[in-house]
């Protein structure tokens, strides 16, 4: 079945420092690569997304390229701020029909200290 | 426009009891997906309803239970709670069928079990 691997936390980094969070993932085919935030006390929020091989997906000076042959998708952020203090998780979507769902990692906690 | 929203925020039970959470999803979608958040378990899925129908269902007990109403609006019911029930239910919502790539999260309904 399909299944997502990430990176075990937690993080903890100084402000201005450079993030990678690694994430790798098992499926058939060309599952859609999703990271989602979850900051403390709230649901979780889309950050990026990439659909096909090759795509970067980025946002909020954070970027994540779908690399077909590493099966991977790491999450990169070259400067990290204390407002990036939260759970981080690794997700795809992959599947027709009634297999049709998101498959999470286990999130990665990251703080930012000042 | 409104969000994914959920309620209640927070709920006590005792074992044995039933709980009942709710969810409502963005105007617009149809899908709506149930996931539990255990500590240290990371995001475990639990149902997916599209158009009134449960499409898909996770590795749970049927003890766990759910309806999507007309209005799309969604219930997810818990039977006989064990201690281990207790989580962060998060409810998401998606444009319906397959195809629809992003869901958006609710801020989800903690449920303790005592």
């Known amino acids: 079945g399909n299944s997502v691997t990430q990176m075990e936390g937690p993080v903890t980094l100084s402000e201005e420092a450079f993030l990678t969070i690694n994430c790798t993932y098992t499926a058939t085919g060309y599952p859609s690569l999703f990271w989602y935030v979850q900051y403390p006390g709230e649901g979780l929020q889309l950050l990026l997304k990439?659909?096909?091989?090759?795509d970067k997906g980025s946002n909020k000076g954070f970027e994540a390229t779908y690399r077909k042959e590493t099966t991977s998708f790491h999450l990169e952020k070259g400067s990290v701020q204390v407002s990036d203090s939260a759970v981080y998780f690794c997700a795809l979507r992959k599947g027709g029909g009634s297999n049709y769902k998101l498959t999470f990692g286990k999130g990665t906690l990251l703080t930012v200290n000042p | 426009e409104a969000g994914v929203t959920q309620s209640p925020t927070h709920l006590i039970k005792t074992r044995g009891q039933q709980a009942t959470l709710r969810c409502s999803p963005i105007?617009?979608?149809?899908?709506v997906y149930w996931y539990q958040q255990a500590l240290g378990l990371g995001l475990q899925f639990l149902l997916w309803?599209?158009?009134?129908?449960?499409?898909n269902r996770g590795n749970f007990p049927p003890r766990f239970s759910g309806r999507q109403f007309p209005n799309y609006s969604s219930e997810l019911n818990v039977n006989a709670l064990e201690l281990e029930d207790s989580a962060l239910y998060l409810c998401?919502?998606?444009?319906?069928?397959?195809?629809?790539?992003?869901?958006?999260f609710g801020a989800g309904s903690r449920l303790t079990v005592l």
């Open positions: 998401a919502s998606s444009l319906g069928g397959v195809g629809a790539n992003v869901l958006t």
């Open positions: 990439a659909t096909k091989a090759d």
């Open positions: 309803y599209d158009e009134g129908e449960e499409r």
């Open positions: 105007s617009g979608h149809t899908s």
